[in-house]
């Protein structure tokens, strides 16, 4: 078993986006794998097993449509199913940009708002964007 914790976080990652394309919560998951939800949790984390591989894994795998073997060619660097590859993404638009369109939307939109209120605003949507790495 390939125990390369960047292997194991490509895993995570890929079983993750293979969830999320299925629009199914972790829970969802769980549910039809039929294991627990940390267990879940704990692949999406790409968490390196101590010892042999565990079962819930290739149980998720099979629960997302991957075919038999596909945990263990990912692991070794193989191809995701589903088309899901490594790719590096770079932003659509940068964040000064979207918090100039955020702020001019604001003005137009919020009657009687203060300066200082569409500029927190502003911050507290750009903050949430961030913690979501969306930008």
């Not at 960047?6 to 972790?26: D, P, V």
């Not at 591989?53 to 073997?69: H, R, S």
Request: proline letters at 7%; zero cysteines; a negative charge.
């Amino acid at each position: 078993m390939n125990r390369d914790p960047k292997m194991w976080a490509r895993l995570g990652h890929a079983l993750a986006h293979g969830r999320q394309a299925q629009g199914l919560s972790q829970g969802e998951l769980a549910e039809r794998a039929n294991v627990s939800i940390g267990s879940v949790q704990s692949a999406e984390a790409g968490t390196v097993p101590k010892a042999r591989m565990p079962y819930t894994v290739p149980a998720i795998a099979k629960a997302l449509g991957w075919p038999p073997g596909s945990v263990d060619t990912v692991l070794d660097g193989g191809d995701v199913p589903g088309g899901w590859v490594d790719a590096p993404v770079q932003p659509l638009i940068d964040e000064e940009r979207l918090g100039e369109i955020l702020t001019n939307s604001m003005v137009r939109h919020m009657d009687g708002a203060t300066g200082a209120e569409i500029k927190a605003a502003t911050k507290a949507a750009l903050d949430a964007l961030r913690r979501e790495g969306l930008i």
